[in-house]
């Protein structure tokens, strides 16, 4: 059974910074992993994902060049360092593990295992 716990959501002014991180239990080193989010009223959407050997990442456009994906698979951990934050970044934060042999990274139906989600809240 696989167990996700995202930490380190609040409320940060905009401009500034917050790094989640998602802790697992179970496997998932040899897995892609990936954060989406849900701001209120709106659907959830893929942010940025990461490939088990650490060589392959990629983003959504709204946060390319702000937000960084990274792993620490000796830790079972998975992060994602935001940066410049602004208010529409708003929302509760997930991070899942994808389903194996899925390449349809942008999706949530190829992640099979979710987190509870932590808020992060960007004031203006």
């Known amino acids: 059974q696989v167990q996700l716990v995202e930490s380190g959501g609040g409320l940060v002014q905009a401009g500034g910074s917050l790094r989640l991180t998602c802790a697992a239990s179970g496997p998932t080193v040899l897995f892609a992993m990936g954060w989406f989010r849900q701001a209120p009223g709106k659907e959830r959407e893929f942010i940025a994902t990461?490939?088990?050997?650490?060589?392959?990442?990629a983003y959504a456009d709204s946060v390319k060049g702000r937000f960084t994906i990274s792993r620490d698979n000796a830790k079972n951990t998975v992060y994602l360092q935001m940066n410049n934050l602004k208010p529409e970044d708003t929302a509760v934060y997930y991070c899942?593990?994808?389903?194996?042999?899925?390449?349809?990274?942008?999706?949530?139906?190829?992640?099979?295992?979710w987190g509870q989600g932590t808020q992060v809240t960007v004031s203006s």
């Open positions: 899942a593990r994808r389903r194996s042999g899925m390449y349809t990274y942008q999706f949530e139906k190829s992640y099979e295992y």
């Open positions: 990461i490939d088990w050997t650490r060589t392959s990442t």
